[in-house]
């Protein structure tokens, strides 16, 4: 089975851009979940989808937003694009969601904002 | 609210020492899951292990055990025998039934020297 895939791997945007990063999950999973990893923060939660609607949101500003579709690809969209928002990426899928699920996690897209 | 403390930041150790990586959480929920996950160079969050509240066997894989102590709220993880391939930052992250938000350790870096 392929594992969870994300595109693109590496991007560079300036401040004040926006940018859309996406996931494949794995075959059979519906749920999705996106996460952010910087040194100084570390691993933060973003929002959780299943069946196409966000069931869970982290704590972040509104310019941070996410969709999934109905075959639970699912994107992720940053608006406004701050300095600070230079992060990985992480795209997690599980089978469903929430609960004690176990979610496997794609490589990542390296997004900085210069 | 929910919280996961790794106190050890880095650990170095020589090929074939044990080591113990900890995990210290805090929750309200008395139904939660616990996780481990090891990030290599590469990247990629590699899911270990899920324990959930009510088990608190400990569970042996390999090389690889774990001690869930609901006692003291620690999900400590044990590698045995370490090899250079352990080498990677190892996460301990904590679910809570009514909170769907996973909540992730800093990590414990760990390097195997051979």
Redesign the interface.
Known sequence: KAGVTQTPRYLIKTRGQQVTLSCSPISGHRSVSWYQQTPGQGLQFLFEYFSETQRNKGNFPGRFSGRQFSNSRSEMNVSTLELGDSALYLCASSVEQGFGYEQYFGPGTRLTVT | AQKVTQAQTEISVVEKEDVTLDCVYETRDTTY?L?W?KQPP??????LI?R?SFDEQNEISGRYSWNFQKSTSSFNFTITASQVVDSAVY?C?L?E?NN????????TRLTVKP
């Open positions: 899951y996780f996950y590469s990247g990629e969050l590699v899911f899920r959930n996460f992250a679910r039934y769907n938000d996973m909540r992730f350790g800093a990590g």
